[in-house]
């Protein structure tokens, strides 16, 4: 059961222009949406997270969109660097937080 | 602390044969959660243990897996007379009380079945 979707398989930006990563979800019940950033050869790393009594939260370059009504959230990198060159991973889970669900994720290049 | 730790990093192995995988989660953490992730897609959940209670358990998670987590601390993932399909890296990750939505991940086991 894909409750998570990340229907991008890869995004290419120019450097110190945004990125937008998407992601959509079929489950209302979840209560913290989630996104990882992960570098070959290593585990993911947790970026920024969202409530799902919140719309928006913001970390630095990192600002994360939560739009219940349409079940799509979407993270925002602004600006775009080299280094952000990774695969991110929406993920998402209820309120006892016992099960993660992910996305399949997105493949960002930024382009010097 | 240096993070969540898992062992080996990288296992080979023939069709048939059992494998352990250990993860050690950071000192505090209470909630430790395994999955395992194919090429091109996300992790998937397996199962996931507060402090040494197994809570939840996916339908993926066949009679062949078991895991445990005797102490609380560290904890090991068996699969019983691996099959092709097992081949994926198996993901760990640990949480805890205060932030529970943040998990940090191991660097993950590789397995291979040939």
């Known amino acids: 059961d894909q409750q998570v979707k990340q229907n991008s398989p890869s995004l290419s930006v120019q450097e110190g222009r945004i990125s937008i990563l998407n992601c959509d979800y079929t489950?209302?019940?979840?209560?913290?949406f989630l996104w990882y950033k992960k570098y070959p050869a290593e585990g993911p790393t947790f970026l920024i997270s969202?409530?799902?009594?919140?719309d928006k939260n913001e970390d630095g370059r990192f600002t994360v969109f939560l739009n219940k009504s349409a079940k799509h959230l979407s993270l925002h990198i602004v600006p775009s660097q080299p280094g952000d060159s990774a695969v991110y991973f929406c993920?998402?889970?209820?309120?006892?937080?016992?099960?993660?669900?992910f996305g399949s994720g997105t493949k960002l290049n930024v382009k010097p | 602390d240096t993070g969540v730790s898992q062992d080996p990093r990288h296992k080979i192995t023939k069709r048939g044969q059992n494998v352990t995988f250990r993860c050690d989660p950071i000192?505090?953490?209470?909630?430790l959660y395994w999955y395992r992730q194919t090429l091109g897609q996300g992790p998937e959940f397996l199962t996931y243990?507060?402090?040494?209670?197994?809570?939840?358990k996916s339908r993926l998670l066949s009679d062949r897996f078991s895991a445990e987590r005797p102490k609380g601390s560290f904890s090991t993932l068996e699969i019983q007379r691996t099959e092709q399909g097992d081949s994926a890296m198996y993901l760990c990750?640990?949480?805890?009380?205060?932030?529970?939505?943040?998990?940090?991940f191991g660097p993950g086991t590789r397995l291979l079945v040939l």
């Open positions: 990750a640990s949480s805890w009380g205060l932030a529970e939505e943040t998990q940090y």
């Open positions: 489950n209302s019940m979840f209560d913290y």
């Open positions: 969202i409530s799902s009594i919140k």
């Open positions: 993920a998402a889970t209820g309120e006892n937080f016992n099960k993660f669900y």
């Open positions: 000192s505090e953490h209470n909630r």
């Open positions: 243990f507060q402090n040494e209670a197994q809570l939840e």
